[in-house]
């Protein structure tokens, strides 16, 4: 099947620094999507991009996907411990599903 | 509240038994799926159902089976043939025809099922 490669698998902040994950495909997606999965917790949607080039912002977190539709990132500015988590990518090609990357857990150092 | 509920929260089961998980979803929602999730290798699908009385396999599908005889309902048996059950089992709806998805995926809570 599809694979949607996601990049860092962890990542410890301190509280107030920038943080990034990545996302690949090695073929072009329709869309891709972003969820957050708190510790002990269910994925929540946040966000979905589908047009090249596409950003989008919600508050302190920016959304991008790469011009080829084959990339795509999440970066929060200054975390914060609520952003405390797992951060998802789900990619769609043709088809009738979603891939998932395998995640970024993100821990908040106070 | 709309949503969807998952039960139970726990599970515990014999090496051999057959358990049904419930999915339940009272968000009018076409689409249903059934993913797996365990550490580090997020989540994987087990099967779909994007109309009633019919569903599709995802890339886990074997050891599991479903059904789908009304919208709002989509339980999953894990059988005794699933090699390794124990995981962290999640039920999700969408909107649906087509891919668009604007709206994402709703979670349930999910159902953790631990073999004994």
């Known amino acids: 099947g599809q694979q949607v490669m996601q990049i860092p698998q962890y990542q410890h902040v301190q509280e107030g620094e920038d943080f990034t994950t990545y996302c690949n495909s090695s073929?072009?997606?329709?869309?891709i999507q972003w969820y957050k999965q708190r510790p002990g917790g269910h994925p929540v949607f946040l966000i979905q991009?589908?047009?090249?080039?596409e950003v989008k912002k919600q508050k302190r977190l920016t959304f991008q996907f790469g011009e080829a539709k084959k990339n795509s990132s999440l970066h929060i500015t200054a975390t914060q411990t609520t952003d405390v988590g797992t951060y998802f990518c789900?990619?769609?090609?043709?088809?009738?599903?979603?891939?998932f990357g395998t995640g970024t857990s993100l821990t908040v150092i106070p | 509240d709309g949503g969807i509920t998952q039960s139970p929260k726990y599970l515990f089961r014999k090496e051999g038994q057959n358990v049904t998980l419930s999915c339940e979803q009272n968000?009018?929602?076409?689409?249903m799926y059934w993913y797996r999730q365990d550490p580090g290798q997020g989540l994987r699908l087990i099967y779909y159902?994007?109309?009633?009385?019919?569903?599709q396999k995802g890339d886990i599908a074997e050891g599991y089976s479903v059904s789908r005889e009304k919208k709002e309902s989509f339980p999953l048996t894990v059988t005794s043939a699933q090699k390794n059950p124990t995981a962290f089992y999640l039920c999700?709806?969408?909107?649906?025809?087509?891919?668009?998805?604007?709206?994402?995926?709703?979670f349930g809570s999910g159902t953790r099922l631990t073999v004994v």
């Open positions: 991009l589908v047009k090249s080039g």
């Open positions: 968000l009018n929602h076409d689409a």
């Open positions: 073929t072009t997606l329709s869309n």
């Open positions: 789900a990619g769609y090609y043709t088809g009738n599903q979603f891939y």
């Open positions: 159902s994007q109309i009633v009385n019919d569903f």
């Open positions: 999700a709806s969408s909107i649906y025809p087509g891919n668009n998805f604007a709206y994402g995926y709703t």
